[in-house]
């Protein structure tokens, strides 16, 4: 069964500094991965996606991964971090096509930019 | 605007009572998921539905109930079963498929029970 380990519950950085988020996956077979965003009080927003090509993705905002078969990884960058971005993160995985096998989300990290 | 709607924003029950949360979404998806999240458990599925008239449990299934009788429609009764139900709930929708990838999230609905 595929799993998603997100490392640091919180995470916070000044602005206009790099942003690292972290995931880690465990999967059985070549997995689709995905990066949501939520703000306070609403629903989720797809950032970005990995399903088969290029390995470095970019997504809105910014924001980009990079998914790394060797280390089972698909962590978060973003060059600068803005105001705009505190919100929370998640990193989901899917060894399927989505409607055939549902996501299996991690537990999410809180970012916080200090102005 | 497509998209998915759920409603009410905000639902207040007290102990005991059943509470239906609806979920329309006008994506013309097939498929259709209820989570359930809590401050840092991230979100845990509750029922999804790949068609009309069928369903399967997720990972938390118990407490809880769900109907699929239109394509567009998928509400979740919150049971007096449901030992915790005190959370926030989201509805999320996909296609089938070749084109199927990521999934759609509505706003939430968020449940306080007394």
């Known amino acids: 069964a595929q799993s998603v380990t997100q490392l640091g519950s919180h995470v916070s950085v000044s602005e206009g500094a790099l942003v690292l988020l972290r995931c880690n996956y465990s999967?059985?077979?070549?997995?689709?991965l995905f990066w949501y965003v939520q703000y306070p009080n609403q629903g989720l927003q797809l950032l970005l996606k990995y399903t088969t090509g290029a390995t470095l993705v970019k997504g809105i905002n910014g924001f980009e991964a990079e998914f790394k078969k060797s280390e089972t990884s698909f962590h978060l960058t973003k060059p600068s971090a803005h105001m705009s971005d505190a919100a929370e993160y998640f990193c989901?995985?899917?060894?399927?096509?989505?409607?055939?096998?549902?996501?299996?989300f991690g537990k999410g990290t809180r970012l916080s930019v200090i102005a | 605007d497509g998209g998915i709607t759920q409603s009410p924003k905000y639902l207040f029950r007290k102990e005991g009572q059943n509470v239906t949360l609806s979920c329309e979404q006008n994506l013309n998806h097939d498929a259709m998921y209820w989570y359930r999240q809590d401050p840092g458990q991230g979100l845990r599925l509750i029922y999804y539905?790949?068609?009309?008239?069928?369903?399967q449990k997720g990972d938390i299934a118990e407490g809880y109930s769900v109907s699929r009788e239109k394509k567009e429609s998928f509400p979740l009764t919150v049971t007096s079963a449901q030992k915790n139900p005190t959370a926030f709930y989201l509805c999320?929708?996909?296609?089938?498929?070749?084109?199927?990838?990521?999934?759609?999230f509505g706003p939430g609905t968020r449940l306080t029970v007394t």
């Open positions: 539905s790949q068609i009309v008239n069928d369903f």
């Open positions: 989901a995985v899917s060894e399927g096509l989505a409607g055939n096998t549902p996501l299996v």
């Open positions: 999320a929708s996909s296609l089938q498929g070749a084109l199927a990838y990521e999934q759609y």
């Open positions: 999967s059985s077979v070549p997995p689709y």
